[in-house]
């Protein structure tokens, strides 16, 4: 099989090597943090080689950045969907269900799914 195959890019579930990187990186930089975390403790987590870090992002703090900038825009189409749903259920929205919209959207990553929770303790490291 050559490397160009998408075999060797996807594991038995489906998610690509990018995808598994930044999963494994997340969990690690959550509960170790960026400079106790190694490009080689990832690419363990992900079951990737090591050049993968910087085959597909250019090393690990580009890695970093990609972490931050998926959960960012997955927070901020969140917030802007709840918002058109109370905008365009009515022609004249409430501001009451606007502000009750936004702030579920807005604190469901904190008390949500575990990858969120994974961000949140992130950000809180970062703080």
Known sequence: MAASDPEIRTDT???SV????IEAAEE???????NDTSVRDIAAAADCNVASVNYYFGGKENLYR???RRRLVQM?????ASIERVMSASDRPRLEDLLRSY???FLEP????????RFVNLM???M
């Not at 690690?28 to 960026?34: I, P, Q, W």
């Open 28 to 34: 690690l930089f959550c509960t170790r943090g960026f």
């Open 110 to 117: 904190l008390v949500g799914q575990a990858a969120s929770c």
């Open 103 to 105: 702030a579920t959207a």
């Open 76 to 80: 901020r189409d969140s917030r802007l």
């Open 124 to 126: 809180a490291r970062e």
């Open 13 to 15: 579930n489906g998610r």
């Open 18 to 21: 990018q995808d598994r990187l």
């Open 66 to 68: 990609e972490i931050w």
